[in-house]
């Protein structure tokens, strides 16, 4: 009864194996930096499984982190997750990777804006807050926005706001100015998302169809975008 | 007699998302090919980010059917072999992610497969290799002549020092107007019409076995823009005829002087460009008389395809090579060096 727990999707590297008996977390590993992900990510996983003496069929479940994020480093999680779980005939669950991020603020009586920079000025990000069973829940939905129009929508919340992200730096003086001190920025260590808390958060989700999984890209390819917008021009004609 | 080899194998380099399993080797068990080509179409060219996005949501549909095709099971597996290039590198980290994770979960050997070894070995499917062999590649992105002295080396004797063949016949199919892909439009065209522009051949330094395209394509564009300023009426299907007697003349004389001086006993071809009709007649005619075997692969197995990563995958496996856990994609993979590389 164990679960698999594997995020690629931003520079976070992590994986944690998650034990549904005792309701904890066996084993958890993160590794910050910008290597590469796909060669990492399964000598990781067959560490971890060695050392706590698992086999992959005594695997019960695999959680990933779905994105948004690096689209490549998305995909690398997604198609483990999706070939393993196929392969292992388990359930595999997909979690949006904000989520996950939010839930370093659980249980706190605040909102909380994770975010991931996009480039450009442009960042993935929600809006969730902890509702009374401790699950998080949105307030705004999750998009790839300019921060600047982002925030400003925060501010109308007039209220204490967690910031989490492993970008925090590029953007902090952002916040601080517009949010005053609404803006509420923790330590270091709470900006890289858990794998273990992605496991605790995949655990009780109901089962998706493994085929249908796709990552959460918050974005259209731009070849895409221009193309539609194409034919939506024409379409006015 | 001993036991049959089975390798499943995987093949996500550019837009085709495919699986295959390949008995001994050489007996295609099941073979599912899901092809992109009307996504990207509309664009004209092939968009990397969308084919990767394609591939991550076919990749276990096409594994699954593969499997019921064989009516057999992930365990009963030798080896997954695994394109890990040459090819688009968010393409390629689909099919080498999962083909990680299908080989650790079923704990079986993992294989790394060069894409252009598999083109070479889709011919042994239909046929036993006699060294040494000669292979001429020709695809979007690559023209060569490969060396074979034995199963698993590769020696390039000769490649194209610019464009390669099928490049050149994409841009001659936009400059004529022609849909996407523009390479089979051109042989159609090619089929009907005439030589009648000597449009020049890249024969390069006596000796070599290099090739060369783009002075080719710059005077077939030049031509097109000379008669346009004249007003003179296009003929399309003799422009085509005309530049694919070209390529097909420096791809078919170069493969014979080279099949002759090296000695080689059998030559394959091999590549996206193999389905080209004015290329299989023409080398079907030199090689008529000549003392060689020349293997032409049929047409479903010119196109990318999984069942020719399994073919090379097997020998891959025979030879004793196996990928470790932190098997990466390699957009820029060498074949020579692929060849060489440690057990
Ligand atoms: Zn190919």
């Known amino acids: ?237 | 007699m001993s036991k049959d080899q089975f390798i499943l194998a995987i093949e996500t380099s550019c837009d085709e998302t495919a699986a295959a399993i390949l008995k001994n080797g050489q007996e295609v068990i099941a073979n599912v090919v899901a092809s992109q080509i009307e996504s990207h179409k509309r664009f004209g060219g092939v968009v990397p980010e969308i084919a990767s996005r394609h591939h991550v949501e076919q990749i276990t549909m096409v594994l699954e059917e593969t499997l019921k095709k064989a009516n057999m099971d992930v365990s009963e597996m030798n080896a997954i072999a695994v394109t890990e290039g040459p090819g688009l590198v968010g393409a390629l980290l689909v099919g080498v992610n999962a083909a990680k994770a299908l080989a650790y979960a079923n704990q079986i050997p993992l294989v790394g497969v060069h894409h252009i070894a598999g083109h070479i070995y889709a011919n042994r499917i239909e046929k036993e290799f006699t060294f040494p062999l000669l292979a001429l590649v020709v695809s979007g992105g690559h023209t060569e002549l490969v060396l074979m002295q034995e199963h698993g080396s590769f020696e390039i004797i000769g490649e194209t020092r610019d464009d390669a063949a099928g490049e050149a016949y994409d841009k001659v199919a936009r400059t004529l107007g022609l849909p996407y892909p523009g390479g089979p439009e051109i042989d159609k065209l090619a089929q009907v019409g005439e030589e009648t522009i000597d449009f020049p051949r890249a024969w390069l330094e006596t000796g070599s076995f290099d090739f060369s395209f783009s002075g080719l394509k710059s005077a077939v564009i030049n031509h097109l823009h000379n008669s346009k300023q004249r007003g003179e009426e296009q003929n399309n299907a003799n422009i085509a005829a005309s530049f694919q007697a070209s390529v097909v003349d420096v791809l078919t004389e170069k493969t014979y002087q080279a099949a002759k001086e090296y000695g080689v006993k059998q030559v394959v071809l091999a590549g996206g460009v193999a389905a080209n009709k004015g290329l299989r007649q023409r080398l079907t005619q030199k090689f008529s008389d000549a003392n060689i075997s020349l293997s032409i692969p049929p047409l479903w197995l010119c196109t990318d395809n999984a069942a020719m990563i399994a073919a090379a995958g097997s020998i891959a496996y025979e030879q004793g090579h196996r990928a470790a856990w932190d098997l990466n994609a390699n957009p820029s993979l060498d074949l020579e060096r692929y060849g060489s590389r440690a057990k």
């Open chain 1, 1 to 237: 009864m164990s679960i698999l727990a594997i995020d690629t999707s931003n520079e976070t590297l992590g994986v944690a194996i998650f034990d549904e008996h005792t309701n904890s977390t066996l084993i958890e590993y993160k590794e910050n930096g910008k290597a590469k992900h796909s060669k990492r990510l399964m000598p990781a996983i067959d560490h971890l499984m060695k050392t706590v003496g698992l086999l992959p069929q005594d695997l019960t479940k695999i959680v990933v982190a779905k994105g948004p994020g690096s689209y490549t480093g998305v995909r690398i999680g997604l198609s483990t997750a999706k070939m393993m779980g196929w392969t292992l005939n388990i359930p595999v669950i997909g979690v949006s990777s904000l989520e996950a991020l939010a839930f370093n603020g659980s249980n706190q009586s605040l909102k909380i804006c994770p975010f991931f920079d996009a480039r450009r000025g442009l960042v993935y990000t929600g809006l969730y807050e902890t509702d009374q069973t401790g699950q998080m829940k949105l307030v705004k939905e999750e998009q790839n926005v300019l921060f600047a129009d982002w925030l400003s929508q925060l501010k109308e919340e007039a209220e204490p706001i967690m910031f989490l992200s492993p970008d925090l730096d590029i953007h902090k003086e952002m916040i601080k100015e517009v949010l005053k001190e609404h803006a509420i920025l923790p330590f270091e260590h709470f900006h890289k998302p858990s794998p273990a808390l992605l496991a605790m958060i995949g655990k009780d989700r109901s089962v998706e169809n493994i085929h249908q999984l796709t990552p959460n890209y918050l974005r259209l390819v731009e070849a895409e975008a221009n193309w539609l917008a194409k034919q939506k021009e024409q379409n006015n004609e």
